[in-house]
């Protein structure tokens, strides 16, 4: 099946600093990438759609100067939190649209990234 | 606006055992619905999808779900769990220009032997 994966699968940092999340798309070209976020034992929440080549579209509520995405490739979307606080930990999982397998609708996953910002 | 309720945030079953887990939507057109499994610490994977056609739709792992648009609910079902079932498992909904997927709470899945 299509993979997605996700670079690195766990961070740590100081508060202040910040942090790049990579999600690529391996064996299939991703036009549209999303993010999610997902708190323990909750939900995913969508946070943005990337699609390539254009300006990402935030979800309502979420900070576009906080998470920076860039989708600069077919490939490869990455998501920036910057000036990271304790209370942006959380699990980033990144997802793609293959429209050529599985039909436009369907995600593909990635294995997400554990941030921790201390 | 879209939105997706899984009722049941914990459920117990035994090894062999039927399964039942309860999604309800709320969309305006017909929804593109899936279902995905997520064993901890891990990414998720997709266990099945409808979009159209057939309202039984058969997934990986001996899963499968069943559309109904008058309930607008989209309920996962396997006969016999395993205990290798034992994982959160999330009902999704489709939506929006860009096909953004909306989530559901999520259903934690024990399964004891």
């Known amino acids: 099946g299509a993979v997605v994966s996700q670079h690195p699968s766990r961070v740590i940092c100081k508060s202040g600093t910040s942090v790049k999340i990579e999600c690529r798309s391996l064996?299939?070209?991703?036009?549209?990438m999303f993010w999610y976020r997902q708190f323990p034992k909750q939900s995913l929440m969508l946070m943005a759609t990337s699609n390539e080549g254009s300006k990402a579209t935030y979800e309502q509520g979420v900070e576009k100067d906080k998470f920076l995405i860039n989708h600069a490739s077919l490939t490869l979307s990455t998501l920036t939190v910057t000036s990271a606080h304790p209370e942006d930990s959380s699990f980033y999982i990144c997802?793609?649209?293959?429209?050529?397998?599985?039909?436009?609708?369907?995600?593909?996953f990635g294995p997400g990234t554990r941030l921790l910002v201390l | 606006a879209q939105s997706v309720t899984q009722p049941d945030i914990h459920i117990t079953v035994s090894e062999g055992a039927s399964l039942e887990l309860r999604c309800n939507y709320s969309y305006g057109a017909t929804p593109y619905l899936f279902w995905y499994v997520q064993s901890p610490g891990q990414g998720l994977q997709l266990l099945l999808k409808y979009f159209s056609g057939d309202t039984l739709v058969q997934g990986i792992k001996g899963f499968e779900a069943e559309f109904k648009r008058s309930q607008s609910s989209f309920n996962l079902r396997k006969p016999s769990v395993h205990w290798s079932d034992a994982a959160e498992y999330f009902c999704?909904?489709?939506?929006?220009?860009?096909?953004?997927?909306?989530f559901g709470t999520g259903t934690s899945l024990t399964v004891i032997p």
């Open positions: 997802s793609a649209r293959d429209p050529t397998r599985g039909g436009q609708e369907t995600q593909y």
């Open positions: 999704a909904v489709g939506a929006g220009t860009g096909n953004q997927f909306y």
């Open positions: 064996d299939f070209q991703a036009t549209t």
